[in-house]
């Protein structure tokens, strides 16, 4: 599914309704429940969204990178 720039993807936000759980275990049984439901294709689609939200990145910035064949290791102190 491609995705126009700017907008956020289907897979990270499906629903703007807040649930509230009894407990903490009722949270976490439901999240488990979820991500069992969710194909491992989807599961990898909300996982690269989400990192590219920390990361401040789009698709379109990975696009326009300059491609290099090194890896780079970044230590934090």
Known sequence: MRQKSGKQSPAIIK???LQV???FEDASAK???RTLEQPPI???RE???LI???YGLNRENLKNRP???TITF???P
């Open 15 to 17: 629903s703007r309704h």
């Open 21 to 23: 759980y009894d407990s």
């Open 31 to 33: 999240e488990a429940q």
């Open 42 to 44: 989807e599961r990898l």
């Open 47 to 49: 996982t690269v969204g």
């Open 52 to 54: 590219l939200r920390v």
């Open 67 to 69: 491609k290099s064949n």
């Open 74 to 76: 970044i230590s934090c």
